[in-house]
């Protein structure tokens, strides 16, 4: 038995006392960096970011605050629901509820639908033409259906799309700052 | 003594081997995400230039794992149809679920399958389940509402680095899903033809940053068949369990959470009893009895950060049970505290150290037949662990090492290591393990009194009286295993691993036949409880999952098992009863495939066959099984189900007697279930 005991404990130390020498050439070629953020986080923090750059066109969000309805994607809901949690975020009057198909119009003034919404976003656009919410969406096309702001997957990394038209027809205000770095749509000459 | 000084040796030479590991590896690459507040204090600029992996977390951290694991989701027990949470399990590969009667289950994993299974660490919510009596699962009294289950994780292999003893052949941890994802008004009722009835409550809300739940739960099931499948059999269920949950988001980087269950059940069993256990008048009775289990636990559980990459985790509980069986009567009350701290891109490793302290109060109701010491006993654990990460995450090797010490022990210690090369979308991974099963209750106070047979030639009437004097030490158990998985697609997954386990010091029962004479004149033999085998078990475990369209996903996987036992060191023919057990139950063979397809967006359809089998000895040669269900969802929030189990056999055994029930055929089934939920 101690034998055996005694095996184990040479095979641990020997892999061990391996990488700890098979470290130390390789250790300095290469850097020690992050460089990679979940979807769903990075996703909230955009969400989060168009909020900061955008102005309402109505005074009831100084008032009443600003409310965000997350459709179909509980990743991002959970990820929302942290950040405004957060001393970041406190100022703003930010609140999160996740909701179902029309319920998620009721007192919203963000709405992020879920790729999972897919099937009911064209008729929540229509239901909201007119009204002061802005529309975000990972969904494939969002932007050019109608919907303001489009989070794009592409080469591994997140940009976005902007529908101006639609931003404008509502009343919002979108800071340029954002405006550049993000793909436009929907220009007045377009 | 010496083997003390031996172990603090082995400590001293491998705590400063890790630190030197980790100091030299400071310029190596972990690969970390960068957390939200690292994303929050970025421009737009920055933001747009990070890359992304589509993996969630729990995903990724799959794909990232160097062991053989397996997740039964919410959604596949929902659509499975089944109704207890052992038959969920058999969703998962590698493991064996049988069914002595109707209320009697016996789950493994890698081998040694049986009532008495003592290899497993099943735990509720981070709780053990297992008890340390007879180091298995009274798996009759673990319900839950099967809704609120979130998932169940299975890891395959051993665990002990991190979990400790008995997780020597795998873990099972059932999590329900926190108060926040299940906030509403449910409702589920159903009724069939052995399901006799069934339903539970919940309803879930928010008070500022608390959520909360509040549910209960009530189930009756019908007996199985006599042999002759003429007569019902007495092995009934009536169970009802009450319980709440609430999470409380006490800061954006502090979660506390607080549960508590409680549970009455009464089933019913056909089996032996023994009314008077002595020289000349021992004699099995052959009885129908009424067994009862009760039982209340409260779990509070703290996870803070304390700093941006030093997060605190604490969790105290308190579990009691009372079991009262013809044979075993005993009260039990758990009382743990555990408390880990991680530390992540630290050196740029990710370490964690934890220690735990249970202590274990005891009460037997002692019968004639069955005796067992009223006690308190303890088990203390601390553990290491550690994970480099190298090449932007793609190569990682994890080290880690728990010392564990119980009332029946001196310090085990339970070393592994594992490596891995992976990406989002394959992964290969080999691990070595050292792993203990520890000596039990059982083993160490019991006196159990049996009718002989053999050497006492009748019509006299002798006993055994089975004993345990503590001579039983720890089962010391060698795990290899080499894995791989890959996603060809996104919505896709294959999974392959192969396995070596060797164990040391198989517990079993031994008749000292040294005394024959002194027996023959006392009518009385000894049988011991305590290390007489050594085994091998090799094999290899393969499941898929193919999101083949939006509307149809397939899912299956493959067993293969292969185990040799040797009686070692007494060579008497005596230590044969856990080989014969394992010819019994575990099969060489099982698979599983399923299938969900959503013909329209109201209408689901789900099959699965399971078959496990040939079996190397007994009467029972295999099982097939096939479950079939219908889910109709007419309006939002209401979900109206048909579900057919069993439907390859009118009736069928599907395990032998054991020593503390007869089996009974278990029936083709139907029931009709449906769930309202109001938000």
Redesign the interface.
Known sequence: MRLFLNNNCRILCGCLLALLLSLHPIGSSIAAEKNRAGISDLKAVYVFNFIRFTEWPTSDVHRKGISINVLSEEDVYDRLKNIIAKPVAKGLGLSVQSCEQDRCIRNSSVLYIGESGRQDFKQLLKQLEGEAVLTISDIPGFAEQGGMVEIKYHNKKLTFVVNLQAVKRAGFYISAQLLQLGEIVGRDNE | MK?IV?RWM?IR??LP??V??GI???????????S?????S?D??Q???????????RE?RYMATAGAVFVITSDDIRRSGVRSIPDALRLAPGLQVSQTNANQFQVGIRGQTDFWTDLLLVMVDGRPIYNTTFSGVWWVAQNYPLEEIARIEIVRGPGGAIWGSNAVNGVINIITKKAG?SQGLRITAGEGTEETGFGNISYGASSG?VDYRLYAMRETRDGGLSGNGLNDMPDFRRMKQQGFRLDW?A??STKVSLHGDAYQIHSGQYGTWMPNPTVGNASNAQINSLNAFSGKNIVSRVETDIASNVSLKGQLFYDQYKVHTQIIREKKETFDGEFQVDFS?IL?QNISVGTNVRRLRSHFNNTPQFQMPTRTTGITSFFINDE?A???GMFR?I?G?KLEKNSYTTWE?Q?S?RTIVSNDNWAVWAS?S?TVRTPNDMENGLSWNRKASGWCTPPRVCLVKQTGDGRAKSE?V?SYEVGARLRPTEKSLIELTAFKTIY?GVLDTWQDKSNLATNAATGITYEYLTNVLNGKGDGFEANFRVEAFDELTLKGSYTYLHQVYVDYPVKDGETKWTVLSNKFQDPRSRFHVGLSWDPTKMLEFDANVYFNGPFRDGSVNGNHRLDMRVGIKPI?GLEISFVAQDMMNLKHFENENNSMQYATQQQQRWYMRATYLY?
């Open positions: 083997r031996l082995r030479v491998l081997l890790m030197a590991v030299s590896a400071i310029p190596a690459v972990s690969a970390e995400r960068y939200a507040d690292d994303l929050l970025m737009l600029e933001l747009a230039n990070v890359k992304v992996t589509t993996l969630s977390k990724e994802a940053d988001n800061s954006a891109d740029n480099l190298l090449f932007d090797i080290g090492l210690s070393p290591i070595a050292r010391h060698k040391k939002e938000k």
